[in-house]
C-alpha cells in the first residue's frame, strides 16, 4: 500500500461527498436514503471508470515492469520491521484502552437541578427536579405562593432520574419552590 | 552516492514528471538507496518509539485526571511523562530525517503518516468521551442542526458563519447517517481522516519541491511542530478539513505546473487540472480563510515564476498559476456572495482592527498589552515561546540562501521562502494588537508551511558531525517546546482532570451541560442570553439559544443600575446565566466573560452575582446549586 495513494483516494472521496451533500441539500435534503442512493451512484462510477480503464489499457501493449531486487519496497515484510510494528499497535491500543478507562476517573460528586418556569399564557407552571447525583437520592420539595406554603413533596429519585408537574399559578402572587438536597437548598421562582 | 541518486531521481523539475508524483504511481529507490532493509527496520523502530511517546502522553494524562486539582510530585510527575511522550512522537522522524542513512521514500512517506496518526492520537487521548474544545462543540451544533433537519445553511448561533461553510459537516453526516455511528465517532474519523491526509499531502508537497524524501520528511516534521497542528488543527473543525482540501489542491497545482514530460498523456496532465479544482471548490465550501490561503498561494507561485522563468517562456509559466489564483478568487467570491454574504460581516471587523493597529503602531501607538489579569505562563513557557521565535527568525535567512544556492530555478522552492518572511509580522501581531496572540497563533497554522521548509532545507544542509547533529536536536527541540507553549490547550490545562473556572475545556463540566441541556429542552430556541465564557458556549451550543458578547457589564458591581437594564434592553436579553463559581476561582486567562470592552473582575465578587435575586422583573427559573438562570421580564428592563 502507498501512502499517498490512500491519500489522494480519501481526499476526493471526502471532496466528493461534500459535493454529494450539496446536491443533496438541493434536491432529497441529506436524509439516510440520499446517501444510500449516492454512495451506489459512487460505486457503480468507480467501477465503470476501471472497467474502462483496464479496456483500454488491454487494448496496448505495455512495457514488462521489471522490480529489480530492492525497488520493490517492503515496509511491513521483514519480520523485524513486522515485530516492531505490532509492537507499537499494542502501545497504541494500550494508550487508547488507559484513557478510556481514566475518563471514567472523573467522578462530578453529584448534583440536583430544579425548576419552575412559566408554562405558556395559562396560569401554571412547570415545576421540575433532575437527580444528577451518582446515586438514587431523597429530596423535600416545598411550593410557596406569598408566604403560605401550597404543598410539598419527597422525591425518591434513582440517579438521572426526573420529576416534573404543572402547578397552578395564582394570579397576583409570585411561586417560590425550595429544593432540600444533600448539603445544599436550591430555589426557584416563577 | 546514496545522495546524489536520490537527490537526481527525486528532483521535482530536474527529474521525471511521474517522480514523486503519486497520482503517476511513479517509484523510487530511495528505500534501497538508504539501506534497503535495514532502513526499513529503522523506520519501523521509529513507529514504536512514537507510539511508546503515544502512551507515555496517554498515562501523563491519566495521571492528570487521577490527580485532578492535586500539585506536587504526582502532578510534576505526570507533566514530565507528557514531555517525554511528545519527545518520543517527534523526535524519531526528526532524527531519522536529520541523520544518516536518509529515509527511503516509502519510510519517509510512511513515518509522515505515522506521525500524523500519533499527533491525532494525543488529541484524542486528551478528550477521548466527546467534543470538549469550544470550536468542536460549535460546529456539533451545525451538525446536529443538519441531522436534524436534514438540510444544510441552519441557524448556529454560537458560531453564525460555521453552517455556510458546511463541508464537514456535510462529510460527518453522511458518515453518520451510512454507517449509524454515533456523532462523536463519526466527527473523530473525519476530522482523523483529515489530518492525516492533511499531513501526508504537506509531505508529498515538501517531497517534491524539496527534491528528497529526507527534505520532505524534516519539512513536515517542523512544520508539526506548529502551535496548532497538534489539537486545534485535528478537532473537529471546519478547518481541519478544509486544511486537508487545501494541502491536495496545492499539491495537484505542483503537479499540473510541472513541465510534462515525454510520454505522459494528455488526460493525466487534464485529470490533475480537474483535481486541483476540484479540491479548491471543496476548500471554498468548506473554510473561508483557508480558501484565501489557497488563492494567495497560487498567487505567490505565480509571482515568483516570474523571477525563474526565462522571458520567453514567461507568459505561459505564468498563467496556470495564475489562472488557478483567479480561478479560486472567482470561486471564493462566488460562495460568498451566494452563499455565505455572512462571511464579510464575520471577518471585518478583525480585519479593520487589524488595520487600525497597524495604523497606530506605525504612528508610534502601541496599544496596552492586553491580558495583564491573566496569570503569567509559567517562566519555562515563556522562555520556549521566545526562544522558538528568535530562533525561526535566525533561521530562515539561512534557509532563504539555501534556497537562493540551490532551488532559485523552482518558482514554488522560492514562494516557500518567500512565505516564510510572513513570520516576522506574526511575531510582532501580539505586540501591536490587543488579540493579535490570538490572530497570530492561527496565522501560524498557514505561514508554518514555508516555514517548515525554510528551516528543512537549513537543517538537511547541516554536516553529519556531532556538534551540528547536537545542534540539529537543539533546534527540534525547541522548535517542539516553543509549540507546545505557544499551542492548545494552554498551560493551565495541559493535562486534563482539573476544573478551571471559565477555561477552555477544563471549565465544562457535568453541571454545566446539565443546564445548557434543560434549556433546550425547556426554553424556546433562540432566545438572547447572557453568560460567562462557558455558559455562552453551551447555551448557544448544547442549549440551542442565543448567546450574546460584551455584556460583562451586567454582571459586574453589586447593583443592577439603569445602564444595566438599559443594555439588557438594546441587547435583548432574555436570560442571564449566572455560574457562582465565577465568585470562587479565578480564571487564568483574566476574564470570565467574552468582553471586548468591559473588565471585570476574576473571581466576581459574590455579591454581584447575587444582585439578581432582588431585581425586579427577574425570576429565579432554574437553579443547580452552582448555575441558576434567570428570566428577564419587562420590569427588568426598566431603568
Known amino acids: 500500500m502507498r501512502p499517498d495513494r490512500a491519500m489522494w483516494a480519501v481526499g476526493l472521496a471526502l471532496a466528493c461527498a461534500v459535493f454529494a451533500g450539496l446536491v443533496l441539500n438541493l434536491t432529497t435534503g441529506l436524509t439516510r436514503a440520499g446517501w444510500a442512493v449516492t454512495l451506489a451512484v459512487a460505486v457503480l462510477a468507480c467501477v465503470g471508470v476501471v472497467l474502462a480503464v483496464r479496456r483500454r489499457r488491454a487494448g496496448t501493449v505495455s512495457a514488462a515492469t521489471v522490480h529489480p531486487h530492492g525497488l520493490r519496497l517492503s515496509f511491513f515484510s521483514p519480520s523485524l520491521t513486522a515485530g516492531y510494528l505490532l509492537l507499537a499497535a499494542t502501545l497504541v491500543g494500550g494508550a487508547v484502552w488507559l484513557t478510556q478507562v481514566s475518563a471514567g476517573w472523573q467522578h462530578s460528586p453529584g448534583f440536583a437541578q430544579l425548576w419552575l418556569v412559566p408554562a405558556g399564557k395559562a396560569a401554571s407552571a412547570t415545576l421540575g427536579v433532575r437527580n444528577d447525583y451518582p446515586l438514587r437520592q431523597t429530596f423535600h420539595l416545598e411550593l410557596e405562593t406569598g408566604a403560605h406554603t401550597v404543598t410539598t413533596w419527597n422525591l425518591h429519585l434513582a440517579a438521572g432520574q426526573a420529576w416534573q408537574r404543572t402547578v397552578a399559578a395564582p394570579r397576583g402572587n409570585r411561586l417560590a419552590a425550595r429544593l432540600t438536597t444533600p448539603g445544599r437548598v436550591l430555589e426557584a421562582t416563577s | ?639
Open chain 2, 1 to 639: 552516492m546514496a545522495r546524489r541518486n536520490t537527490g537526481a531521481v527525486g528532483n521535482g523539475l530536474a527529474g521525471s514528471w511521474l517522480a514523486g508524483n503519486g497520482l503517476a504511481g511513479g517509484r523510487l529507490a530511495g528505500g534501497r538507496l538508504a539501506g534497503g532493509k535495514l532502513a526499513d527496520s529503522r523506520a519501523a523502530l521509529a513507529v514504536l518509539l512514537m507510539a511508546a511517546g503515544v502512551l507515555a502522553v496517554s498515562i501523563a494524562y491519566a495521571a492528570g485526571r487521577a490527580n485532578a486539582g492535586a500539585g506536587g510530585t504526582a502532578h510534576a510527575a505526570a507533566v514530565a511523562a507528557y514531555w517525554l511522550g511528545e519527545a518520543l512522537i517527534f523526535g524519531p522522524p526528526a532524527a531519522l530525517a536529520l541523520g544518516r542513512p536518509q529515509p527511503g521514500e516509502q519510510a519517509a512517506a510512511w513515518l509522515a503518516v505515522a506521525l500524523g496518526t500519533a499527533t491525532y492520537l494525543v488529541k484524542y487521548l486528551y478528550s477521548p468521551s466527546f467534543f470538549e474544545f469550544p470550536d468542536e462543540l460549535e460546529h456539533w451544533r451545525t451538525l446536529v442542526t443538519v441531522l436534524t433537519t436534514h438540510h444544510l445553511f441552519g441557524v448556529n448561533y454560537a458560531l453564525p458563519i460555521s453552517p455556510d461553510y458546511p463541508g464537514i459537516e456535510v462529510v460527518t453526516s453522511a458518515l453518520i447517517s451510512l454507517t449509524g455511528l454515533g456523532v462523536f465517532a463519526a466527527g473523530l474519523i473525519v476530522a482523523g481522516l483529515a489530518h492525516l491526509v492533511f499531513t501526508t499531502a504537506l509531505y508529498k508537497l515538501f517531497r517534491q519541491v524539496g527534491g528528497t524524501p529526507q527534505i520532505g520528511l524534516a519539512a513536515v516534521t517542523c512544520y508539526a511542530t506548529n502551535p496548532h497542528y497538534q489539537v486545534f488543527d485535528a478537532i473537529f473543525g471546519y478547518q481541519t478539513l478544509a486544511l486537508a482540501f487545501f494541502a491536495l489542491a496545492l499539491l495537484a497545482l505542483r503537479t499540473a505546473t510541472q513541465p510534462v514530460q515525454p510520454g505522459v498523456g494528455r488526460t493525466r496532465v487534464i485529470g490533475t487540472w480537474v483535481l486541483a479544482a476540484v479540491f479548491a471548490v471543496a476548500t471554498a465550501a468548506t473554510h473561508h480563510v483557508t480558501s484565501y490561503m489557497l488563492a494567495g498561494t497560487a498567487l505567490l507561485v505565480a509571482a515568483t515564476t516570474t523571477v525563474t522563468t526565462a522571458t520567453t517562456r514567461r507568459r505561459a509559466a505564468i498563467a496556470a498559476p495564475a489562472g488557478f489564483a483567479v480561478g479560486c478568487g472567482a470561486i471564493v467570491a462566488l460562495w460568498t456572495w451566494r452563499v455565505a454574504p455572512a462571511t464579510v460581516s464575520y471577518l471585518s471587523p478583525a480585519v479593520s482592527s487589524l488595520a487600525d493597529s497597524v495604523r497606530s503602531a506605525l504612528a508610534g501607538h502601541i496599544p496596552k498589552s492586553p491580558g495583564t489579569a491573566a496569570l503569567p505562563a509559567p517562566l519555562a513557557d515563556r522562555a520556549a515561546s521566545y526562544a522558538v521565535a528568535l530562533l525561526i527568525m535566525a533561521g530562515i535567512p539561512l534557509g532563504w540562501r539555501r534556497i537562493w544556492r540551490t532551488k532559485r530555478a523552482d518558482p514554488w522552492a522560492l514562494a516557500l521562502g518567500a512565505g516564510a518572511a510572513l513570520y516576522y509580522p506574526c511575531v510582532a501581531l501580539p505586540f501591536i494588537i490587543a488579540d493579535g496572540s490570538e490572530l497570530a497563533g492561527r496565522m501560524l497554522t498557514f505561514v508554518y508551511i514555508p516555514v517548515g521548509y525554510t528551516l528543512a532545507v537549513t537543517l538537511v544542509s547541516w554536516p553529519q558531525t556531532p556538534r551540528a547533529k547536537a545542534a540539529k536536536a537543539a533546534v527540534v527541540a525547541i522548535l517542539l517546546a516553543g509549540g507546545i507553549a505557544m499551542g492548545w490547550p494552554p498551560w493551565w490545562e495541559r493535562l486534563p482532570g482539573g476544573y478551571v473556572v471559565d477555561a477552555f475545556d477544563s471549565g465544562i463540566t457535568t453541571e454545566s451541560v446539565a443546564a445548557a441541556t434543560w434549556a433546550a429542552a425547556t426554553l424556546a430556541p433562540g432566545q438572547r442570553v447572557a453568560a460567562d465564557y462557558t455558559n455562552n458556549l453551551l447555551m448557544g451550543t448544547y442549549g440551542g439559544l442565543n448567546p450574546v458578547n460584551d455584556v460583562a457589564a451586567l454582571f459586574c458591581g453589586g447593583q443592577w443600575t439603569a445602564a444595566d437594564a438599559v443594555l439588557a434592553r438594546q441587547q435583548a436579553i432574555k436570560y442571564l446565566v449566572v455560574d457562582l463559581r465565577t465568585s470562587v476561582y479565578r480564571n487564568p486567562d483574566g476574564s470570565d466573560f467574552i468582553d471586548s470592552t468591559t473588565a471585570c473582575p476574576t473571581p466576581v465578587p459574590l455579591p454581584d452575582l447575587r444582585k439578581f435575586d432582588s431585581v425586579a422583573g427577574m425570576t429565579r427559573v432554574y437553579d443547580s446549586g452552582n448555575i441558576v438562570v434567570y428570566a428577564l421580564s419587562e420590569a427588568a428592563y426598566a431603568p
